[in-house]
């Protein structure tokens, strides 16, 4: 006789795949959950081993081990202990660049009204120190917010000031195309150790179509190699963002990475807020977006099989969270969801969101996800009505679809997207694209465990363990 | 237009309600109780291509699959929360509770 401990279960190719509430997982013949449930798994059963020491089945009422399995729990949670960490701060909606696939809204150069004004951003400094996280990121977002180095200056020199006396440990990001990056703004990060994270789409033809500019790769990789000579190499990393073209060439862009000096790739789809609503039909790409991801992830595990390291960094998190005990800081794959638990955006409009993709769809008109003015106070700011209402449907542990999947544990929720796609927060998960997505990657990376183990995971270890270090 | 019924003292209301979501997405579902069967019946969407026989497969599955979970959340219920209690709750609180 055995008891229950909680669990999930699905189909898995030809197998079954159980996943326990701390995320530990089993591949086991078809019809293991159901022998479970009907207790006819033996003690003389290998199985009986496995479920015993991966916590799917317990010989007491408690189990013996409930405090290291809370304790676990807590770890897997241990992103709400510190609250809102990230702190994004969109210095001006201007932009020297007209990406096609732009999700902001940014503006011209010559816009007047876009940049955040000195007494807001002072007092959004504020307010984020008001946080009880114990590491800040402020993340300088526009537009592009090197136009506007003084209010990075102002924000830092803010920042610094307080700190004297806060003594948080503080990370500066600037999010830049690298296009223009002055001596002003390179003094400015290197003086205050501001890492770059900048976006490069792939090769030249691919970038240059996307920007809406004939020279923007040249510039972007001139802008990328003179932020490496002034900083370092490792205050440089770079996004990309998969347009509609760039599904047709996986290996090139992540040659292209490789061509300048970048050891990783986050890859990342297109997601359905400013220009990039243009793209009028998402079921058809997000079947190639995961087609896509297939292909580019199988081809960088043959790179990092010849010996060269090259990692996936999306593909890292998803791997985090099935093999380690530990969270992950991206707050789009968390529950409770990233909106105000893990990051805020302080908008250059005075208006305070929940998250980046928030203030996106304030750029449409819609104020859903408006907090307040950064004028309010910190309390109905962060605990609120309307951050109330949002808790409603931000856990997968408690919303339809998501409370009965196995792959729960490595997945997040999202009501901003579900809002801006379904129109409502609480979400559809049959008719998600963003669950199809995840779920499809999810997947595919637990079949690349399953069926290519002794291939994969030496390489997946070292991504894990090269973050970790 | 597939019409199943359903044995509702095998298969609980919410373990029905459950595998019924997920054919939302293709099928628009209607749901009549006749005492102690219930009759559902599945009328495609316009963009369904799907056969009955691939729904009624998928369908039977789910529910199995439902009824299972469902045994392991009732049995695992009180537990799960204990287990949140101990992960999340103040310590000095809990351990002054149970004591």
């Not at chain 1, 729960?408 to 809002?419: F, H, I, L, T």
Request: negative net charge; contains cysteine.
């Amino acid at each position: 006789m055995y008891y229950l401990l909680p669990f999930r279960f699905e189909r898995f190719e030809d197998s079954e795949l159980l996943v326990n509430e701390v995320g530990d997982y089993l591949f086991c013949p078809q019809g293991t959950a159901a022998r479970i449930v009907n207790r006819e798994i033996s003690k003389d059963e290998e199985l009986y081993h496995d479920l015993l020491a991966n916590f799917f089945i317990s010989p007491t009422p408690i189990p013996p081990t409930i405090d290291i399995l809370a304790a676990r729990l807590r770890t897997k949670k241990a992103f709400l202990d510190s609250f809102t960490a990230l702190h994004i701060f969109v210095l001006t909606l201007r932009c020297n660049q007209n990406c096609v696939y732009c999700q902001a809204t940014s503006q011209q150069e010559c816009a007047h009204g876009k940049d955040m004004k000195l007494p807001d951003l002072l007092k959004a400094v504020e307010l984020m120190f008001r946080s009880p996280s114990e590491h800040l990121t402020m993340e300088f977002q526009g537009g592009e917010p090197s136009l506007v180095p003084h209010l990075i200056r102002a924000a830092i020199e803010k920042a610094e000031a307080l700190n004297q006396t806060a003594h948080k440990t503080l990370t500066y990001v600037l999010c830049t195309n690298s296009v223009h990056l002055t001596d002003e703004v390179l003094t400015l990060c290197k003086q205050f150790n501001i890492l770059i994270s900048t976006s490069l789409d792939g090769p030249r033809n691919l970038h240059n179509s996307n920007r809406g500019k004939i020279d923007s790769y040249e510039k972007v990789v001139a802008g990328i190699a003179l932020a490496r000579q002034t900083l370092g190499e490792d205050k440089v990393s770079a996004l990309m963002t998969t347009s509609v073209p760039a599904l047709d060439y996986p290996k090139e862009i992540v040659d292209a990475y490789r061509e300048n000096g970048f050891r990783s790739i986050f890859i990342r789809a297109l997601n359905p807020y400013g220009l990039a609503t243009e793209n009028n039909d998402w079921e058809a790409y997000t079947t190639r977006f995961i087609e896509f991801y297939k292909q580019m992830l199988d081809y960088i595990i043959e790179i990092n099989k010849s010996g060269e390291l090259f990692v996936e960094e999306f593909t890292r998190l998803i791997l985090q969270k099935i093999l380690t005990p530990f969270p992950i800081g991206f707050v789009d794959l968390q529950s409770p969801a990233g909106i105000v638990n893990s990051v805020v955006v302080y908008n250059y409009d005075g208006g305070v969101y929940a998250s980046d993709e928030s203030r996106m769809l304030a750029e449409a008109g819609d104020y859903t996800f408006r907090l307040g003015n950064i004028s309010d106070t910190y309390e109905s700011l962060f605990y609120g009505e309307k951050a109330q209402h949002f808790a409603d449907c931000w856990a997968t542990e408690t919303i339809a679809g998501c409370s009965d999947c196995a792959l729960q544990s490595y997945c997040g929720a999202d009501p901003v997207r579900n809002y801006s796609t379904q129109g409502s927060m609480y979400g559809h998960r049959p008719t998600s694209l963003l669950c199809r997505k995840y779920k499809a990657i999810i997947e595919h990376i637990l079949s690349l465990l399953k069926n290519r183990n002794e291939e994969v995971m030496p390489i997946f270890t070292q991504w894990i363990k090269g973050r970790n270090a | 237009m597939l019409t199943l019924t359903i044995d509702i003292t095998i298969f609980s209301d919410e373990v029905i309600s459950k595998a019924v979501y997920w054919e939302t997405n293709q099928y628009i579902v209607s749901r009549q109780l006749n005492g102690k069967t219930e009759t559902l019946t599945f009328e495609p969407k316009p963009q369904c291509t799907e056969n009955e026989a691939a729904l009624k497969e998928r369908f039977l599955t789910r529910l199995n699959d439902f009824k299972v979970q469902q045994i392991v959340d009732n049995e695992t219920k009180d537990l799960r929360t204990i287990l949140y209690i101990k992960a999340f709750a103040n310590n000095d609180d809990f351990e002054a509770i149970t004591e």
